[in-house]
């Protein structure tokens, strides 16, 4: 396909790179497959130890160089690969539709998140600011600076294969970090494709050898980036199964983490909504990227009094939602990322029938021409109780719960009552029930929307959850903090050396 030409990666075989250089890997290969037609797109060599140890070598004397470099300097270098992503964002979002499944819109929005990035990190390079307090002591400056920490762990997911990357990186890059990226063993070429392009930039700006590095594999690398002491850093994505594994390893050694788990986003609709406008941010929510978002939605909560009404505009539209080859740009939804995650939808369908829902949109595997691959599944609605247990987990595919509530706080506790709290939405025309919904009252997600969806977000908030979500936060607002340890400095400029809280101490 000419984009896999573009991006070099008609015959891929590298799985472990630092900088511009390629580290000599022996390890298995990873067979990509597209769930689009489940032809095989490429294989990229996993890294085996001894190549591991040889990037993080490389990435430790990358930043002692790095470090040294003016932020703005480096934030120089991450413009430049943002007008790099511009004039590669076809070819790069075509590669993370067919490999990933999502549909190409969605896949140069990933793309264009890219973008944003880097424009972001561009400005932020010079406004790494700490404060300047006051002193107790006489004739003392007291101020805080911000420095970086040094390697960056990244351990990326299959369905944003490149945008979450790079809320990470480009931050960590402008706060002087270097970095080692670990991408989804399902989504290995997208990696590669990205290296290519990241590479290129840096060769034409003299960026030590190491600041980007690349290593490919699956459970056994993440738990060497969990377990090293020269890591100090290691932001996750993935599940929360996942993410706690790795917490407890890396909290072990007293590193810190930024985990993005699980999430089971509701939008609560209420009798005082816009239901045209409700319906949009619901389907959307419910099948864009086949539901495998983090934040797609997996509940509705619906006023009883409007219940009726909105459910039968909800079925309409989806029996208009055409399913197919993700590339087509008259396909709203693309397959599931593989037949295992097939498994698992069908799986929660048959839990959700045993508990009693009842399915208002019946799912299934779709089969036929157009359909080989055997990834391509049916969106579905099911009419619930909110204290099935099927409810209260994610399941990553397009499976959309509905159930009733009669009070705005009957609806937000059925909302907050669930293990998971990264994104929420409510569709209002009540400011009343909005403050109330943004208030300490309301929702305990880490997002929380009025009148748009739960799934999307600008690149200019931090983005992030709580509960077994994780609690951390990347991309914007002031999350590039937690790429950077704090200083707490003062200076005594006077001819005496006076102690703090008064103490006296006189030789």
């Known amino acids: 396909m000419e984009f896999l030409q573009k991006l070099k990666l008609q015959k891929e075989n590298e799985g472990t790179s630092t ?21 095989l797109i490429g294989a990229v060599s996993t890294t085996d ?136 063993e399902k989504t290995p070429l997208c990696g590669n494709a990205v290296q290519n392009i990241v590479a290129k930039v840096f060769a034409a700006n003299n960026v030590p050898e190491g600041v980007n590095n690349l290593i490919q594999g699956g459970r056994n690398v993440g738990e060497w980036m969990s377990n090293d002491t020269r890591i100090p850093l290691v932001s996750a994505t993935g599940s929360t199964r996942m993410g706690k594994e790795l917490n407890k390893a890396v909290a072990g050694r007293l590193g810190k983490t930024i985990l993005e788990l699980g999430g089971n986003n509701a939008i609560i609709i209420t009798e005082n909504a816009d239901l045209d406008m409700s319906l949009i941010g619901a389907v959307f929510g419910a099948v864009g990227t086949a539901g495998q978002r983090c934040t797609s939605t997996r509940r509705l909560i619906i006023h009883e009094k409007v219940y009726d009404s909105f459910v039968a505009k909800l079925t309409k539209a989806y029996q208009q939602i055409k399913i197919g080859d993700p590339l087509d740009s008259k396909n709203h939804m693309g397959p599931l990322i593989d037949k295992d995650a097939v498994k698992l939808y069908l799986q929660s369908i048959e839990a959700c029938k045993k508990e009693g829902g009842i399915f208002l949109v019946e799912g299934g595997v779709l089969e036929g021409a157009g359909f080989e691959s055997g990834c391509y ?131």
């Open 19 to 39: 900088g511009t250089a390629i580290v000599e890997s022996k390890g298995e290969l990873i067979l990509s497959l597209s769930p689009v037609d489940n032809n």
């Open 49 to 184: 130890h001894k190549a591991y140890e040889q990037v993080i070598a490389t990435a430790q004397a990358a930043f002692v160089e790095w470090r040294k470099w003016p932020a703005p300097k480096r934030g120089e270098v991450v413009r430049q690969l943002g007008e790099a992503l511009r004039a590669e964002k076809h070819a790069l979002g075509q590669l993370v539709s067919y490999e990933m499944g999502k549909s190409l819109q969605e896949g140069l929005g990933e793309v264009q998140e890219m973008i944003d990035i880097c424009d972001f990190a561009v400005g932020l390079s010079r406004q790494l600011y700490g404060l300047t307090m006051h002193s107790e002591r006489p004739s003392h400056r007291m101020y805080e600076q911000w420095h970086p920490m040094g390697i960056v762990g990244i351990i990326s997911a299959f369905n944003f294969p490149v945008a979450v990357w790079s809320w990470n990186a480009a931050l960590a890059w402008v706060c002087g970090n270097v970095t080692v990226w670990k991408p989804s």
């Open 377 to 507: 599944v049916k969106p579905c609605i099911a009419a619930v109780q909110p204290n099935y247990a099927i409810v209260q987990h994610e399941t990553f595919a397009p499976i959309l719960y509905v159930m009733k509530y009669n009070t705005i706080e009957e609806a937000i506790a059925i909302q907050n009552n669930v293990p998971q709290g990264l994104s929420s939405a409510i569709m209002t025309l009540n400011m009343r029930e909005s403050e109330l919904f943004l208030s300490a009252q309301g929702s305990d997600c880490g997002i929380a929307n009025v009148n748009i969806g739960t799934s999307g977000a600008e690149i200019g908030g931090a983005f992030g959850g709580e509960k077994e979500t994780g609690g951390g936060r990347e991309s914007g607002s002031d999350a590039w903090k937690a790429y950077m340890r704090r200083q707490t400095n003062t200076i005594n400029w006077s001819n005496t050396l006076p102690l703090a809280q008064g103490i006296q101490f006189d030789l």
